[in-house]
């Protein structure tokens, strides 16, 4: 049971699906003396990363995590967890079913509710108490490529660098025909190397170009027109995230696609991250401050 004075909020992260899996926790929590936060909404809708739900995050002990295969398919779920992450905050998973966890949580001991949930939700507090302060220890990022792989990224990152240079130029025509020939490579290369996150990210970008120049003259006046690329390229950026969290083209590629989709908290919240990974790499990343200023000034131009 925590005193008064160890009392602290803990986030619980879940699929609307695992709702009632999640009250239980909720239940249990209140009941060691936690002041948890929980969405009740049935069905999840709006955005991905309000403020009310990164200043939850932020001001958590930890974070529950009730994991299933719904929450595999969820993208609010994702979300929140490369949030805590960000926000350095410890992330417990409980296992509802038999699906795999993310790559950054493979080495986090989890709790298995299919054997005895009484048990997990009578340790619940114990458990949050114990949990570090810090974020949760991930595999690291150290991945074999072959010549040929290392080769095909140079080629398709060149050649993406083109098609940008062509819009950067207002060059439209131009970048769709570079686009176009681009496309069989790239389908390749997501065939051939469908896990190597590079490829993933490299996917990613390729998707959110589609979108720019499929909408350009939109995009030119600050419209961005919903799209299913949009969707895909997220969910490109989000694979590549789970595997390395601290990839900072893909925390920014991710930051765009919100900015896209108009979610502008949360584009503020990735773009910053990347530009944070990227000083810690010694990288100068100038495209994501760039972005950056872009974000800030239609958020207060909302305000």
């Known amino acids: 049971m925590a005193t008064e004075s160890e009392k602290h909020g803990v986030f619980i992260s879940h699929s609307s699906t695992n709702l009632e899996d999640a009250k239980q926790f909720e239940a249990a929590l209140t009941a060691a003396g936690f002041d948890p936060w929980l969405d009740k909404s049935d069905i999840r809708v709006g955005a991905l990363l309000g403020k009310e739900l990164q200043q939850a995050i932020e001001g958590s002990r930890a974070v529950v995590l009730i994991w299933s295969v719904a929450a595999h398919q969820s993208p609010w779920v994702t979300t929140e967890i490369l949030t805590a992450f960000q926000l350095d905050r410890f992330i417990l998973p409980y296992a509802l079913d038999a699906t795999e966890l993310p790559q950054i949580l493979s080495k986090s001991i989890y709790g298995d509710l299919r054997k005895d949930r009484a048990s997990v939700l009578e340790k619940l507090g114990r458990d949050v108490s114990r949990a570090p302060q810090s974020r949760n220890e991930f595999p690291g990022s150290v991945v074999y490529q072959t010549v040929e792989l290392q080769e095909q990224i140079y080629q398709l990152a060149d050649r993406q660098m083109a098609v940008t240079d062509c819009l950067g130029r207002d060059d439209l025509a131009g970048a769709e025909k570079l686009q176009r020939d681009l496309d069989p490579s790239m389908s390749a290369a997501e065939s051939q190397w469908k896990f190597d996150p590079t490829i993933l990210n490299l996917s990613g970008y390729h998707k959110k170009n589609a979108y720019m120049i499929a909408h350009w003259a939109e995009y030119c006046a600050g419209r961005y027109p919903k799209d299913p690329l949009l969707d895909e390229g997220r969910s490109r950026f989000f694979e590549t995230l789970l595997i390395n969290p601290i990839e900072y083209s893909a ?25 944070r990974c990227s000083q810690k790499a010694g990288v100068d990343y100038w495209q994501a401050k760039n972005d950056l200023k872009i974000i800030q000034s239609r958020l207060n131009a909302s305000a």
């Open 251 to 275: 925390l920014n590629g991710l930051g765009n696609i919100f900015l896209f989709q108009g979610e502008l908290n949360a584009a503020e919240f990735f773009v910053s991250c990347a530009i």
